[in-house]
């Protein structure tokens, strides 16, 4: 590793510099409300590390998935109020992101100043798969700055020109949440304790399937809960009815449960299903059903493990010294849905040892069903970024800092 790893130290004397830092200010919104400021809050201690070393500190950042173009719904502006507020300054707001407003806003920072830059994706240089498009558009980033500091943990493995082709073109650290995620996860991918338990939910089933295959070889205990259940029930023969479900995937899973059997590893699936007979909507009561999961009715649809399950993973997870979570047991955002999630969630704060919840919305339920963070080993704030960690693929934004 060359020092590029060694933090925001390895840059020298900041004072008086400017310093791009790459946040991930991902949040949802309802309208200009933000939902959830998790993200916020775990962006604060670098870019309050860089302006108290007195340099002027320009974030980059997106929102949601826009088309690469001007887009008042996607901008970031409801952000940086927050951001303002939790930093306890105020915080500049350019309206593009390398255009006439943002040289103008960085021109007139001050040491220890900071300024949020427009939403990185309004821009379609961002995410382009050409090589050109991107460096041309990095290079413009790069113009504000005189060094880059990396800690939007949440786009580490996207090739983007804000993550990985600006830190080509400027001296470059990792921030210390990029740092931290990183030190985390490897503490879970070279010598977890054991016994050591992954527990894998939410609704990006063919995703999260990818991540089984390199688990299998490493934890002792695989437990299956969300969108993902149906398809191994499938798998094994059963209805599922209208509940979520990835055809394609049969013969993986199907592959996966007896590979699981031939090396001792655990996959522990629900027994039990709340169904209702719609996804719910504001327009309905929900109407929750337990049923054994082997007879899920043709008109109904699997939205939770249900409470026999829930007790079954909780004992599961009694004696874990080392736990990994990712996704929703369940449709936790109502509350009919949320118990199985919130069975987990228990569980893992009541773990003697390292336990790690990542994905966004894994995160946002620990928060929303009222956990305290401070319970869990870890919260990371990256979905993707930490399961493809986990399968064991390069980061193109942790490869660019680890570069001689
Ligand atoms: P994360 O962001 O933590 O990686 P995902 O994005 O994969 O998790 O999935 C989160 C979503 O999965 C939640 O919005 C939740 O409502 C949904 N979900 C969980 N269980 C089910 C299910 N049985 N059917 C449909 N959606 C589900
Ligand atoms: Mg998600």
Redesign the pocket.
Known sequence: MSDHTAGIASLGDLKGKRVLVRSDLNVPLDGTTITDDGRIRASVPTIKELSDAGARVVVTAHLGRPKGEPDPAYSLEPVVGRLSELLGRPVAFATDTVGASATETVAGLQDGDVAVLENVRLNDGETSKDDEVRGAFADQLAQLADAFVSDGFGVVHRKQASVYDVALRLPSAMGGLVAAEVDVLRRLTEHPERPYVVVL????VS??LGVIDNLIDKADKLLI???M??TFLKAQGHEVGK??LEADQLDTCTRYLAEAADRGVEILLPTDIVVDTA?PSGDREPEPRVVPASEIPSDA????IGPESAAAFAAALADARTVFW????????VDAFADGTRAVAQALTEVDGLSVV??????AAVRTLGFDEAAFGHISTG?GASLEFLEGKELPGIAVLERD
């Open positions: 939910g939410g609704s990006k995703d999260k809960g969300g969108g259940v149906f509940s979520l996804f649809l699997g939205l939770d990712n996704g929703p047991m369940g449709v936790f955002e990542g994905g966004g919305d894994s995160a979905g």
